[in-house]
């Protein structure tokens, strides 16, 4: 089964953006506990929401994430210039086992 | 404050054998699972491998499965990663996470595996 995300998304400063993660075969559900991470070029990633739309210590209240149809949810209300990264979902398939997405790039302009 | 610190990466030619290494502090190390994760070049993260507290299970991502061996030293708050029969494909930067059940929590800055005669 393979975690898909959209490869690219671009969103103005200010603006509302939402990432998703699917399944290339079935819906996601809070039983994946799917959880988000950022990643900036160069750096580790940070860990920011989990078990669906928990946030992360420290993590702003303009992340949140949710499920949506039958795929999980990243969403950036008031996206800032410094959200310019890329952003990985993990999910949980069961026995041990976890994926990570293909990761989405997001540029702010 | 969580400090988690991989070392061991390198230069190794294929065919070849490496063991990596992750020094955690900041936090009650043998109570939690730790998960290694890796980014190829250019590439998007891959979860490797996760083991449990206190370490009797073991989980590994097919690409690995029957190569690589992750251990714990619970008495010296270390992580490991045995690689062997390494190719190409295994060239990557090696991220050890603090987890919890289902996701990651903290990160190292990861340390650099080049697999290449």
């Known amino acids: 089964t393979v975690v898909t995300q959209e490869p690219s998304f671009s969103v103005s400063p200010g603006g509302t953006v939402t990432l998703t993660c699917g399944l290339s075969?079935?819906?996601?559900?809070?039983?994946?506990?799917p959880s988000w991470y950022q990643q900036t070029p160069g750096q580790a990633p940070r860990t920011l929401i989990y078990?669906?739309?928990t946030r992360s210590s420290g993590v702003p209240g303009r992340f949140s994430g949710s499920i949506l149809g039958n795929k999980a949810a990243l969403t950036i209300t008031g996206a800032q210039a410094d959200d310019e990264s890329d952003y990985y979902c993990?999910?949980?398939?069961?026995?041990?086992?976890?994926?990570f997405g293909g990761g989405t790039k997001l540029t702010v302009l | 404050e969580v400090q988690l610190v991989e070392s061991g990466g390198g230069l190794v030619q294929p065919g070849g054998s490496l063991r990596l290494s992750c020094a955690a502090s900041?936090?009650?190390?043998?109570?939690?699972?730790m998960t290694w994760v890796r980014q190829a070049p250019g590439k998007g993260l891959e979860w490797v491998s996760t083991?449990?507290?206190?370490?009797?299970?073991?989980y590994y991502a097919d690409s690995v499965k029957g190569r690589f061996t992750m251990s714990r030293d619970n008495s010296r708050n270390t992580l490991f990663l045995q690689m062997t029969s390494l190719g190409v494909e295994d060239s990557a930067t090696y991220y050890c996470?603090?987890?919890?059940?289902?996701?990651?929590?903290?990160w190292g800055q990861g340390t650099l595996v080049t697999v290449s005669s």
């Open positions: 996470s603090q987890s919890v059940p289902y996701h990651l929590v903290s």
């Open positions: 900041g936090f009650s190390f043998s109570t939690y699972a």
């Open positions: 083991i449990t507290v206190p370490g009797s299970h073991t």
């Open positions: 075969s079935g819906s996601v559900s809070t039983s994946y506990y």
């Open positions: 078990s669906t739309d």
């Open positions: 993990l999910l949980y398939m069961g026995s041990g086992i976890s994926v």
